[in-house]
């Protein structure tokens, strides 16, 4: 078993004890069991899966790391939430409002950069959700 | 020695105030007990990062521009003073703008310093100084946030990358316990100040990085710096709290005290008067017979 840790500046998310996890590497998503290697990755932001005794735990994380070792597992995400707790209609309204303002921004390209990080944030929040509902 | 009436309007009086510092006092706490809570829930995330990034470092050899020291003669030095807004906190404030002192007293030689003021009491202070203030801003630690940290110290970063920067400090109230917050002056950039000596040690370290870790380096030790920033600013957020729920809590004790003195006095100066006419109405009716 893998001994995990998910962790936000704002809160320790999650610790279980799972069997496998899945988390979004920086070239694709991963699937990490007992017994791997030392290895320390960039996430992106995407759907981590824990199968742990009790059944399947989903959540939603943007950014950060993840680090194993010894079967301790440590994602440092930038934002990790539970999927049941993300409020499905506030990603669908702040899709909505970056569509928006990447549709009325003309030069500024730090707008831009900004709107897409959060258009893209808004659907990996739908798209977890989605998965999770798919996947249970 | 003052009149009745005045002591008795004098006991009014530090009966109002400490009714005001004893709702300080509750606001106080509860703000305190908000702000500690979420210094303990941000604590996993920084620990476990630290060790993420003195492992990695201990893996090879890995060097990155963020870790450097300066080698130039005369240093630019930028020192960012965190404060709070608000007075009414005992000590914090002044603590902090004494190593800040003792901290440029230090730096005078061989060295440039600007500052950075973060917080109404740390501008206050900055106008006195005859530094360059580089930046002002208030409502800093009311309200901690990852997102400034982070841009503040990708800007920081910056500056030290162009050379324009070779050394960041910051003062700030430190939070220790309820009872004592310390103001100390930790450095920030080269960030290898911040941890320590790394030892190169393949044991120790992680032998796979995706990507790899030339490549990884920066952005990593660039969100080390941002998170450290952001654990400096929460832990000052919770030790203004603390340290005026300490002051509070002793000016309410110290009201108590007046008050029982000034009754003392009072009823000292009421019972004389009685004496004083009651002398007067026998000595008037001895004088009668």
């Known amino acids: 078993m893998l001994d995990v840790m998910l962790v936000s500046p704002s809160s320790v998310v999650a610790k279980e004890k799972a069997s496998s996890v899945v988390l979004p590497g920086e070239s694709g998503y991963l699937d990490l069991r007992e017994n791997h290697t030392e290895f320390l990755t960039q996430m992106t932001s995407g759907l981590v899966t824990m199968k742990t005794d009790k059944g399947e735990k989903n959540f939603f994380v943007s950014g950060g790391y993840a680090q194993v070792k010894e079967n301790k597992l440590i994602l440092l995400a930038d934002i990790a939430e539970a999927c049941e707790h993300i409020d499905i209609e506030r990603a669908k309204s702040s899709a909505k409002r970056a569509e928006e303002r990447l549709a009325n921004t003309k030069d500024s390209s730090t707008d831009i950069v900004r709107a897409l990080a959060s258009l893209k944030r808004a659907q990996d929040r739908q798209a977890a959700v989605g998965r999770s509902k798919i996947l249970s | ?289």
């Open chain 2, 1 to 289: 020695m003052a009149s009745l009436k005045d002591t008795k309007r004098r006991i009014g009086s530090v009966k109002n105030t400490q009714k005001i510092t004893r709702a300080m006092k509750l606001v106080a706490s509860a703000k305190y007990a908000k702000a500690n809570v979420s210094l303990a829930k941000a604590r996993p995330y920084f620990k476990s990062f630290v060790d993420l990034v003195e492992k990695s470092l201990a893996s090879g050899d890995v060097s990155s521009p963020l870790l450097e020291e300066s080698v130039s003669s005369l240093k630019k030095v930028r020192l960012i003073i965190v404060s709070s807004d608000r007075g009414l906190c005992g000590p914090l404030n002044s603590s902090v703008m004494k190593v800040a002192s003792r901290f440029l007293k230090d730096k005078k030689v061989a060295s440039k310093v600007s500052l950075e003021l973060w917080g109404r009491r740390s501008v206050l202070f900055g106008n006195t100084l005859s530094e360059e203030i580089f930046d002002k801003k208030e409502k800093v630690i009311e309200r901690p946030n990852y997102h400034f940290a982070k841009k503040a110290f990708e800007r920081l970063a910056e500056e030290f990358l162009s050379g324009k920067l070779d050394e960041v400090f910051v003062a700030y109230p430190s939070f220790q316990s309820a009872l004592s917050q310390p103001a100390v002056v930790k450095p920030l950039l080269p960030l290898s100040r911040g941890l320590g000596k790394v030892k190169t040690d393949l044991n120790a370290g992680i032998c796979l990085f995706e990507p790899e870790l030339s490549r990884m380096v920066t952005p990593l030790l660039t969100k080390f710096g941002a998170v450290t920033l952001y654990q400096f600013l929460l832990e000052a957020a919770t030790a203004e709290h603390a340290a005026r729920v300490a002051a509070m809590d002793s000016a309410t004790t110290n009201a108590n005290k007046v008050i029982k003195e000034l009754t003392l006095q009072y009823n000292r100066a009421r019972q004389a008067a009685i004496t004083k006419e009651l002398i007067e109405i026998t000595s008037g009716a001895e004088a009668l017979k």
